[in-house]
């Protein structure tokens, strides 16, 4: 398939409705009250209508991981300096963070793709497709052109493509880069209609003064860079990431090859708003895995009417929430398969 | 060790704090934000602190799931009729249920204990643990007598035990029996303080009628029987069931051998409430696996101060919750081992 973002727009058609029909009618088959898995029988839905198979199971789950730096990390938004960007890449590379010990223990595939770490970053195993080295400081212009921001998601659908080449039928999102609540913040407050001071969070642990500054900031981009908010690719190139971007490309990869995808949280969520403008109906392909502390989440998740998975004030990123759901959904996909309906193991059903 | 219930609660020590502050210090030298794993830390916590050691690891977990059936379920408070539980067994034996196929997905062993169905259940694997043939009709006398209700407990014991001594470190609890949310609402009531009307529930689906006679039937109960709620044994014999008391024996035998147990839904924590009540040091080894949509169990669980890992909106009962959750202890204990630390991976920290 091409790998050019507006072809790949045009390849996702929205998800099957008969299929969402007959694993329903299957789901109300099986030996257990009527609907009585709740969250676990919608997901195993969600799973079957996106892949048009009731049966479909989950095989080679991948959670890829994008990383990328921010110009405006210099501004004193973030608990951390830039310099832990590479450091943790270098960190998942040699197998010691927590997504990669979440990873192995959901048997996925952990892919990282260094899509814009300021520094050099050729440790072992990290994909190199930096379109440049960290976005330009948005509180003075765009942190991107309009060709980067595309580059960006075409790297995502390039990354989709290669992993469900080789058998993946779950991918995972997931996100590194100091500095990245921040444009995850102007996205949402863009793209639902909320106030900065509704939507920005303390991210990896920022005290009431920075919190301030940092809402300071977050109006401030937005002010400077007027987005169109109906524009995906002007809002990602305005006011994103290139990490972003290429979740946002991961989604809509997955999507044109009918392959679901578990959101994973905060960072993760600003990809999926941007692949929804870009492309409505790739939102029936994605998972919500958790909901994340930062206060915006639940407003992004509304907007892509997506109820979480998980709910377990985690607030890590690097794909931690997509790791720990892979487990439901498996689960999810099996019950739909695998339980004996009341006609298979002869169990009485419901008085009427 | 001895089997006996009063043996066994002298057995169960409260757990160690010096652990769980060992435990904290480790998760905050690793290569992540503060608290960013937010339950998933406190879980690592706890599953440390309840086997005494900072680096346990889950090994060869296992669900236990007990069956009963109840006199009182000839009362129409359930909408399945009781030869469903003899039936579901069969189904658990044959491997067709949705416990068999989450505990299969856990990687978790699945043993079925027939504790005190009415009808026969001898299917190949089903352990033959019957202290009677169904409860009595409480709404009439006691479910129970207090021998019977000692040697529900003491079956609960000797299948922990058994277990353990097998080489399992992580236990959970399930159920089957058609009418037990209407024991488990009234062991709530009482041990709550909650009216009946506030915790009794649908069940696995009764319309509103069905709903005020269930009502009226856990109020009858407690009226009749008038259990001592300092006296768990009482309250188990008066109006529990066998499953409870074999889920209540199933907390105190692991708990005696410092393993932590999964307790399921609304059934099972009214068979940890017992065991809370017999040792209230037990509380320390139960985690809560899931919330279920039965509207008594968040005041059981606050009662027992605990905060359930899921909330799926499930109320299957088998031990689906407790499976669904194995998944997340499990990668909980790995996070708290085998994550790098800030000195390990060499990572900058948090700026001061």
Redesign the interface.
């Known amino acids: 398939m091409s790998l050019k973002l507006d072809d790949v727009v045009k390849l996702i058609t929205p998800v099957d409705v008969g299929v969402a029909a007959a694993a329903r009618r299957r789901l109300d088959s099986?030996?257990?009250?009527?609907?009585?898995?709740?969250?676990?029988e919608e997901t195993a839905v969600k799973y079957a209508t996106a892949r048009g198979d009731v049966f479909a199971q989950v095989r080679r789950p991948a959670i890829l991981t994008f990383a990328g730096d921010h110009g405006v990390a210099k501004k004193g938004i973030s608990?951390?300096?830039p310099?832990?960007t590479p450091?943790?890449v270098?960190?998942f590379a040699?197998g010691?963070?927590?997504i990669?010990?979440?990873s192995?223990?959901a048997g996925a595939e952990l892919s990282v793709i260094d899509i814009g770490v300021a520094a050099p970053c050729e440790f072992p195993g990290v994909i190199q497709r930096k379109v440049a080295p960290g976005t330009a400081d948005f509180t003075e212009g765009p942190a991107m052109t309009e060709e980067q921001a595309r580059k960006a998601i075409e790297v995502g659908i390039e990354v989709a493509d290669s992993h469900i080449s080789q058998g993946s039928t779950l991918l995972g999102t997931g996100d590194m880069g100091i500095g990245n609540t921040t444009p995850s913040s102007a996205i949402i407050a863009l793209l639902t209609g909320k106030g900065p001071e509704v939507v920005t969070g303390r991210g990896?642990?920022i005290d009431d003064g920075q919190l301030r500054h940092k809402v300071g900031v977050v109006q401030r981009i937005l002010e400077v860079n007027r987005p169109d908010a109906r524009d995906g690719l002007d809002v990602l190139a305005k006011v994103g990431g290139f990490e972003i971007g290429g979740i946002a490309g991961l989604i809509l990869g997955a999507a044109a090859r009918r392959k679901p995808v578990l959101v994973d949280g905060f960072i993760s969520t600003a990809g999926a708003l941007i692949a929804a403008a870009l492309c409505p109906a790739a939102k029936g392909y994605m998972v919500a895995s958790h909901l994340s502390?930062e206060p915006g989440h639940l407003a992004m998740l509304d907007t892509l009417g997506k109820r979480a998975?998980?709910?377990?004030?985690?607030?890590?990123g690097e794909g931690?929430g997509s790791a720990?759901a892979m487990?439901?959904v498996?689960?999810a996909a099996?019950?739909l398969s695998?339980?004996?309906t009341f006609a298979?193991?002869?169990?009485?059903?419901?008085?009427k």
Chains 1, 2 share one sequence.
């Open positions: 099986l030996t257990k009250p009527l609907g009585s898995l709740g969250m676990l608990a951390y300096p310099e832990v450091q943790m270098a960190n040699s010691g963070a927590a990669n010990v979440l192995r223990h990896t642990g502390v998975l998980l709910d377990m004030n985690m607030r890590l931690t720990l487990c439901v498996d689960a099996r019950v695998d339980v004996a298979e193991a002869a169990v009485s059903g419901a008085d």
